[in-house]
């Protein structure tokens, strides 16, 4: 078939480029020079250029559109690919250029207005910036599907196929059930421990210890590796390059810990996807959600679990003895578990933190709505934070300014933060009917969970959607009550 | 002037693609995991074919000779880019596409084959390929400048203006006055500090010592960064992006120390070039040579002098308490300057490793003008390394298989090796009438040796040739007088 070798040529020099912005953002995020942005940013400008001009080239779009009108001849993976390249083109042709670069100039901008205005507490000079992101947005969403609430156009950027009634019923399920959990919880603080978590603990022994979990976890190191960055995150170009960073606090050793356990999900995901993907669109995890559900999994399912403790207290204990004199392994199973309302997303626990995402999940509804305004946003977010957790911000740096990501545009975003730790449960009650799985961790065997989440998830790549997924892996469609049911048993026997 | 507008807009459009193969090698040789390579050269394939249809397009091809025509209605800046232009244009398209294509496939698998053959100490293996890659480079030579001796050409490549006539009374210089000098020295071994320099140095702290040279060089961290690799090198992009890496023997503590401010020479070199040369065909230091001139001069002149060990010798002792002790002053500068006759030219201290390189001149010499065969090559080598240094290599690995160079098709890069060392003594004499070196070298006030250096040298980036450059710093053409002269002078001392 001429069509789909041509397709193929061009979305493997598309990929190229790809692959070298993920680069060029390893290199700048993870060690880059700080006066090396200038000559990096006119070199991306100059690719961009190139990869524009190749995405909405007019014979990209012939070929793309000739693909798509005999789309049900083609084989079930072109399909899905050409799928996946028809929405994107579509998303991009239907914009005027002139708003695009208008959009792209304000992207670049708002990100160092948010970064001034969150470090000087200074919303009112953000909120302009916002309020036209929000429009823009709005405005590209009514371009791609004029007849649709934009705010779904926008979550199913971010997670295939979910859409604002579905999250409604996700987090009014939470609003009802787990609101009332999480502040009876709140009511029997633990602070026993509090003098352990932030003692001192020294850069080069975490990163001592972190590097100790990469072979807990049996992530691969002839395909990856593990670095530091100001913020964690996992990148990856194919299943043999697979790389995660983790960052050291001296004052907070969970910081370190945590972070690298949930990045090594990310990462144990993507080094798992069979390769018959690259040169494909249907290469690296699925979506947001599907692999938020792996890194929550690892995190806290396995990471915070007491099996887990039980196996690796010991090298822990080796590694910090001074520090952890007289923790013994129920001291630690509660100091990793602590449960505290606190302000801040980035470091909310595992049973807060949901509330978090339906504080942003509620108010981004309303500004798509039109239902609040920027104005009003600050007032809005103390409000909720005092419903769901019973504390106010004192500044706006840790309220509404905290995060980056609607500085960068990203508006349905956070929702699937919460969405992929609810999958994560689902998934955890599914891979109990096939494992032994505390007898696993305590053994450090989890050689057999990789394999289990392999065959089951990881393998398939973007081949499959979020929803055909969690259908064929746990038998049902999404459920929200095995999150709660995780959540309250977990935290009930912990604090009531 | 639309011709040069649109020359600058496609020499900028190839240095994005430079830029990114350079972050590629950056990667591969400092971090990346060793699975990545093949994703990494699929990509690699698609970009390189991007580059040479903009190096070799039609529409770049009548810019060019356009503005060649015109070339001396240019300002001096524009009359310097378009003549390298041209250069490298007429290089590569006078090459019938499909002698480069299986020039390119050559050079790749010589390399594979030069790895196995040093490994396995296997010349005839490798002696196939050594004879095509000497071939295909004569050839493309006289593609180039039919009338010109292919050697010159090549010679050309990696100094630009230097002939084997001038390298001829060079290293012909060199045989008459330093390898008598080098022999008398050999006489007299000193193996006093063996055990000190052999002794095991934990390379946490070696890393801890090269850290600490980075402000000894006041090279700027802001614009720069230290990592390790197998092979030390230099790597940039711009004045604001400068990297270089050492490597850490647990054995052999001078390895790191001098491969780090080797490259902190080249580094700084890089560093100090005005950024006014960016997005210009005269980025870069100048030439192989004045490079080289720098590294060695920051190495062996600053870094191996009395003085330095002065000024440092003190954070040594404080970083190496067991291994020094007993080790005074005059002790480290005899030991950083032990003199032996050795086989291989990366481990050659500094008297005699002009030697390894008139040697690889004279073979190379030979091999292109056809007086002699790869058949004999062997032999060749092993009677001029007992010619010149009384020692002749038990195996080829440690003989003609051991540097990478030929695998690579680079003939005529040796040279630029001794070139540099004698530059970096004619430019030292130069230096002395305007700074009390000694006096700022034990003061460690190097700040004052980099600006000297600057303003004469580094500043111009490649805005001048190399024999412009050495006649305004030292008032002369090119003179290995001063070379021998430093050599003997302080090695008299040492030894005789």
């Not at 020079?33 to 690719?47: C, D, N």
């Not at 992101?133 to 779904?152: C, G, R, V």
Request: overall charge negative; charged content about 30%.
């Amino acid at each position: 078939m001429e069509l789909a070798k041509q397709f193929r040529t061009m979305i493997n020099k598309m990929q190229a480029y790809e692959y070298v912005f993920s680069l060029l953002g390893w290199d700048s995020n993870t060690e880059a020079p700080r006066e090396s942005h200038k000559r990096r940013a006119e070199i991306m400008g100059v690719l961009s250029q190139e990869l524009f001009a190749l995405q909405t080239a007019k014979e990209y779009q012939d070929v793309v559109n000739q693909l798509y009108s005999e789309i049900d001849t083609l084989d079930d993976q072109l399909q899905r690919e050409v799928k996946k390249a028809k929405k994107a083109l579509d998303k991009v042709i239907n914009i005027p250029m002139n708003e695009y670069v208008e959009y792209m100039q304000l992207g670049q901008l708002s990100q160092l207005v948010w970064e001034d205005a969150k470090q000087n507490n200074d919303y009112e000079s953000f909120k302009g910036n916002l309020k036209q992101l929000i429009e823009f947005n709005k405005k590209f969403a009514l371009y791609y599907a004029p007849e649709k609430d934009p705010y779904d156009t926008m979550l199913d950027d971010f997670e295939e196929g979910m859409t604002s009634k579905e999250y409604d019923a996700f987090f009014g399920q939470l609003k009802d059930e787990l609101v009332p959990f999480v502040r009876e919880v709140l009511k029997h603080p633990n602070h026993k421990y509090d003098s352990f978590i932030n003692d001192s603990f020294d850069s080069k022994k975490q990163e001592q210890f972190c590097d100790y979990l990469i072979d807990v976890i049996q992530f691969d190191r002839n395909r990856g590796l593990m670095k530091k960055s100001v913020h964690p995150f996992t990148w990856n170009t194919s299943p043999e390059d697979v790389r995660f960073t983790t960052r050291y606090l001296e004052n907070y050793v969970f910081s370190s810990i945590f972070a690298a356990i949930h990045e090594l999900g990310h990462a144990t995901y993507e080094q798992q996807i069979s390769t018959e993907w690259d040169n494909t669109l249907l290469h690296g995890g699925t979506s947001m959600g599907i692999h938020e559900s792996q890194s929550r999994f690892y995190e806290n399912t396995i990471g915070r679990s007491l099996e887990f403790w039980k196996a690796n207290l010991g090298k822990f204990k080796e590694i910090f003895p001074e520090q952890s004199k007289g923790i013994e392994l129920e001291d630690m199973y509660q100091a990793v578990n602590r449960v505290e309302a606190s302000l801040v997303r980035v470091e909310a626990d595992e049973l807060t933190y949901p509330m978090h995402i339906m504080l942003r999940y509620e108010i981004e509804r309303m500004l798509m709505s039109g239902e609040a305004s920027v104005d009003e946003l600050p007032e809005l977010w103390n409000d909720k934070m005092e419903e769901y957790l019973g504390i106010r911000p004192e500044t706006d740096s840790d309220g509404v300014l905290q995060d980056v990501h609607w500085s960068g545009g990203m508006f349905g975003y956070f929702p699937t933060y919460a969405l992929g730790s609810a999958y994560s449960a689902q998934i955890y009650y599914a891979m109990l009917k096939d494992l032994d799985l505390p007898k696993l961790i305590e053994n450090n065997q989890l050689e057999k969970v990789n394999e289990w989440l392999k065959e089951k998830i990881h393998n398939f790549g973007s081949s499959k959607t979020p929803k055909e997924l969690l259908l064929e892996v746990t038998g049902e469609e999404f459920n929200a009550k095995y999150y709660i049911k995780y959540l309250k048993e977990k935290y009930s026997e912990l604090y009531l």
